[in-house]
């Protein structure tokens, strides 16, 4: 499993686990409305990409 490569506000590195959307495809990370990522694709268990809820999967890389 690759780690979110995304920053956080703060500037320091993400490292939280990557998810891929089930629905869209898109991957990146889950946070919580005030922890905000540039990777982040996830908040609350909805896509920020195409607004599908519970779509959220592991990303698992080879």
Do not use: I
């Amino acid at each position: 499993m690759k780690p979110c490569d995304g920053h956080k506000k703060n500037g320091s590195a993400c490292n939280k686990p990557v998810y891929r959307c089930r629905h869209c495809g898109v991957l990146g990370c889950e946070k919580e409305p005030l922890e905000r990522c540039t990777g982040q694709a996830f908040e609350l268990g909805k896509c920020l990409e195409c607004g599908h809820v519970n779509t959220r999967e592991l990303a698992t890389w080879a």
